[in-house]
């Protein structure tokens, strides 16, 4: 074969046989890779889809075989079983999840049984619609629902909404209910006159927790609260602050609790305390205070009952208010001490004062900051009370400063 001018010598037949023949050969081991993948994956498809057949198979079978263990329960134990299910749910409404209404939903036995359980029917969380409709409806629900408790003790949130009237209309929903009420949940809005749903308690009540919003009246709201009933154990004021006339205001309700959950200014501390002599367990949201310019000395005094005592300090304090008030404190009878704060350190010299003063038995000390004490300083801690658990948690998100 004759050459041609610049391509070179020309190619042998048997040079192109054998490359063509190299190239059929890596296409077809291509082709073969690429059908022995697909059947591979459309064996391992086929074999999970036999796989969750037989699973589907042995669920329906084991569905039917514990729906007969069930349905063959005493109604003793379906009662402890319903109250598990329950027992860590604060309010409840046809929509929550877990909920009494789920329970009666499963068989006719459940149902007939839930439906007989009054302590099942002793939660419940109310709101008030915009609606007119929508809540004649929820009304007609709410009876119902509150008529299966009979003769319980009742645990109610009330959510009056941004609807015309409806702390009336919640009001004369729950009257006939009110004798029952052990613990109460309102959710004060815009537009809600407190005094409308804190007037005329009943002697049941242990329990109040109030949530304010910008309807927020401090010396209205101070003058109803003081009109609580002596029965009442645990006070949780939420979202907003009261001065110091508020708090003394208060002075007949301080006197019988032993729980309070409260935002307060850090001056404002010691004497509330000292109007709280009942008080065994107490949380604080210390508030952003104009100064901190209180006599230490003066102010120092012992509470004989604090058990457990929760601090919470927000961010962008203008200075730290906590070595003040552990100078302060002795409580010779503290167990918990839980310290929440955004300080770069904690008040490790007026914490070691304070426990060597109080000589309380304290069993656990919880630090949650952003920067925890070094091993050192707890050891400084645990050398004073050698039984003394200390908890450390690391917290990288900022506390929100309450809203006066």
């Given at each position: 074969?004759?050459?041609?001018?610049?391509?070179?010598?020309?190619?042998?037949?048997?040079?192109?046989?054998?490359?063509?023949?190299?190239?059929?050969?890596?296409?077809?081991?291509?082709?073969?890779?690429?059908?022995?993948?697909v059947?591979?994956?459309?064996?391992?498809?086929?074999?999970?889809?036999?796989?969750?057949?037989?699973k589907?198979?042995?669920?329906?079978?084991?569905?039917?075989?514990?729906?007969?263990?069930?349905?063959?329960?005493?109604?003793?134990?379906?009662?402890?079983?319903?109250?598990?299910?329950?027992?860590?749910?604060?309010?409840?409404?046809?929509?929550?999840?877990?909920?009494?209404?789920?329970?009666?939903?499963?068989?006719?036995?459940?149902?007939?049984?839930?439906?007989?359980?009054?302590?099942?029917?002793?939660?419940?969380?109310?709101?008030?619609?915009?609606?007119?409709?929508?809540?004649?409806?929820s009304?007609?629900?709410?009876?119902?629902?509150?008529?299966?408790?009979?003769?319980?003790?009742?645990?109610?949130?009330?959510?009056?909404?941004?609807?015309?009237?409806?702390?009336?209309?919640l009001?004369?929903?729950?009257?006939?209910?009110?004798?029952?009420?052990?613990?109460?949940?309102?959710?004060?809005?815009?537009?809600?006159?407190?005094?409308?749903?804190?007037?005329?308690?009943?002697?049941?009540?242990?329990?109040?927790?109030?949530?304010?919003?910008?309807?927020?009246?401090?010396?209205?709201?101070?003058?109803?609260?003081?009109?609580?009933?002596?029965?009442?154990?645990?006070?949780?004021?939420?979202?907003?602050?009261?001065?110091?006339?508020?708090?003394?205001?208060?002075?007949?309700?301080?006197?019988?609790?032993?729980?309070?959950?409260?935002?307060?200014?850090p001056?404002?501390?010691?004497?509330?305390?000292?109007?709280?002599?009942?008080?065994?367990?107490?949380?604080?949201?210390?508030?952003?205070?104009?100064s901190?310019?209180?006599?230490?000395?003066?102010?120092?005094?012992?509470?004989?009952?604090?058990q457990?005592?929760?601090?919470?300090?927000?961010?962008?304090f203008?200075?730290?208010?906590?070595?003040?008030?552990?100078?302060?404190?002795?409580?010779?009878?503290?167990?918990?001490l839980?310290?929440?704060?955004?300080?770069?350190?904690?008040?490790?010299?007026?914490?070691?004062?304070?426990?060597?003063?109080?000589?309380?038995?304290?069993?656990?000390?919880i630090?949650?900051?952003?920067?925890?004490?070094?091993?050192?300083?707890?050891?400084?801690?645990?050398?004073?009370?050698?039984?003394?658990?200390i908890e450390?948690?690391?917290?990288?998100?900022?506390?929100?400063?309450?809203?006066?």
């Amino acid at each position: 074969m004759d050459q041609i001018p610049g391509l070179g010598p020309p190619l042998q037949d048997q040079d192109f046989n054998s490359e063509q023949h190299e190239e059929l050969d890596a296409v077809s081991h291509e082709t073969l890779d690429l059908v022995n993948s697909v059947v591979d994956k459309t064996k391992d498809l086929g074999q999970r889809l036999v796989n969750k057949e037989d699973k589907i198979t042995e669920s329906a079978v084991l569905g039917e075989e514990l729906g007969s263990v069930a349905g063959r329960l005493p109604a003793d134990v379906l009662f402890e079983i319903f109250n598990y299910y329950l027992i860590d749910s604060d309010h409840l409404s046809r929509r929550s999840d877990p909920s009494p209404i789920l329970l009666a939903s499963v068989c006719r036995r459940w149902r007939d049984t839930a439906f007989d359980m009054a302590k099942l029917w002793g939660k419940l969380s109310f709101y008030v619609d915009h609606s007119s409709k929508k809540w004649k409806r929820s009304a007609l629900y709410y009876d119902a629902w509150l008529q299966r408790s009979r003769d319980c003790p009742l645990s109610l949130q009330l959510r009056p909404g941004y609807a015309k009237g409806g702390t009336a209309k919640l009001r004369r929903l729950i009257q006939p209910y009110m004798s029952r009420v052990s613990s109460l949940d309102i959710i004060f809005w815009n537009d809600v006159e407190p005094k409308n749903l804190l007037s005329d308690l009943p002697e049941t009540l242990q329990k109040l927790t109030v949530n304010f919003a910008d309807c927020f009246d401090a010396p209205e709201t101070a003058h109803s609260l003081s009109e609580l009933p002596s029965t009442v154990r645990s006070l949780k004021i939420r979202d907003r602050i009261f001065s110091p006339d508020c708090l003394y205001s208060l002075y007949p309700v301080w006197a019988h609790l032993t729980h309070v959950e409260i935002a307060i200014r850090p001056r404002s501390v010691l004497n509330f305390l000292f109007l709280c002599p009942k008080l065994s367990s107490c949380e604080l949201i210390l508030d952003q205070p104009a100064s901190m310019r209180f006599q230490v000395h003066c102010a120092r005094h012992p509470h004989a009952n604090l058990q457990s005592l929760c601090i919470i300090c927000p961010e962008n304090f203008y200075f730290d208010p906590l070595p003040a008030l552990f100078n302060a404190f002795t409580l010779p009878k503290l167990r918990t001490l839980e310290i929440r704060y955004a300080f770069l350190s904690s008040p490790h010299q007026e914490l070691r004062g304070f426990l060597k003063r109080s000589k309380c038995p304290l069993e656990i000390l919880i630090f949650d900051a952003v920067v925890t004490p070094p091993l050192d300083q707890q050891g400084d801690l645990i050398a004073i009370i050698p039984s003394l658990k200390i908890e450390c948690r690391l917290h990288t998100e900022a506390y929100e400063e309450v809203d006066v």
